[in-house]
T-cell receptor, first 115, second 113 residues
Framework: DAKTTQPTSMDCAEGRAANLPCNHS???????VYWYRQIHSQGPQYIIH???NNETNEMASLIITEDRKSSTLILPHATLRDTAVYYC????????????????FGAGTILRVKS | DADVTQTPRNRITKTGKRIMLECSQT?????MYWYRQDPGLGLRLIYY???????NKGEISDGYSVSRQAQAKFSLSLESAIPNQTALYFC????????????FGSGTRLTVV
């Protein structure tokens, strides 16, 4: 699986957009970019994923560069409840029998939303 | 009700005791997973199961065992608990390819004294 690099922590003002970057320079053509978040001691929560096109859902937007070597998760109007650790994960597309589709979590980015 | 339910939410046990953590899901997913999380570390995979007849070891399976009693139930056992198994344990489910993401339970905080 491709390795990801994220900043250790970021601050964001409440109501402003939070832009969380992720580098995945060794990503291969069949690998998706996934974002999860974990609010203190709760189970990780799936946010969004993409392959090469930008994606948007009710929670966030995902912008993937044309070369796919980096991406940005955008929370358009951050609230205090968005304070969490955000994980960027790259995993292969399709069935990976030997890994059971396992997710590999790194250290993530601590996002602090401040009022 | 939560899609993935873990019981108990918190447990304190003594060294050497056998303990079982339970997980049930209403997602209808075939695939289930057990992860542990230690302070300051990411989640590490303990065991995973593709279906009722399939069990696989993850990266840190020593000292643990699992049972997939039904499609919806996947339990994790510590046969003889030791203090370094003190951690936060998460159960997760996914569909066949996991493309649409994993669903995690709320976790079990286990303390071994």
């Amino acid at each position: 699986d491709a390795k990801t690099t994220q900043p250790t922590s970021m601050d964001c003002a409440e109501g402003r957009a939070a832009n969380l970057p992720c580098n995945h320079s060794t990503i291969s053509g069949n690998e998706y970019v996934y974002w999860y978040r974990q609010i203190h001691s709760q189970g990780p929560q799936y946010i969004i994923h993409g392959l090469k096109n930008n994606e948007t859902n009710e929670m966030a937007s995902l912008i993937i560069t044309e070369d796919r070597k980096s991406s940005t998760l955008i929370l358009p109007h951050a609230t205090l409840r968005d304070t969490a650790v955000y994980y960027c994960i790259v995993r292969p597309r399709g069935l990976i029998m030997e890994y059971g589709n396992k997710l590999v979590f790194g250290a993530g980015t601590i996002l602090r939303v401040k009022s | 009700d939560a899609d993935v339910t873990q019981t108990p939410r918190n447990r304190i046990t003594k060294t050497g005791k056998r303990i079982m953590l339970e997980c049930s899901q209403t997602k209808g997913h075939d695939r289930m997973y057990w992860y542990r999380q230690d302070p300051g570390l990411g989640l590490r995979l303990i065991y995973y199961s593709f279906d009722v007849k399939d069990i696989n070891k993850g990266e840190i399976s020593d000292g643990y065992s699992v049972s997939r009693q039904a499609q919806a139930k996947f339990s994790l056992s510590l046969e003889s608990a030791i203090p370094n198994q003190t951690a936060l344990y998460f159960c997760a489910t996914s569909d066949f390819q996991g493309i649409s993401g994993y669903t995690f339970g709320s976790g079990t905080r286990l303390t071994v004294v």
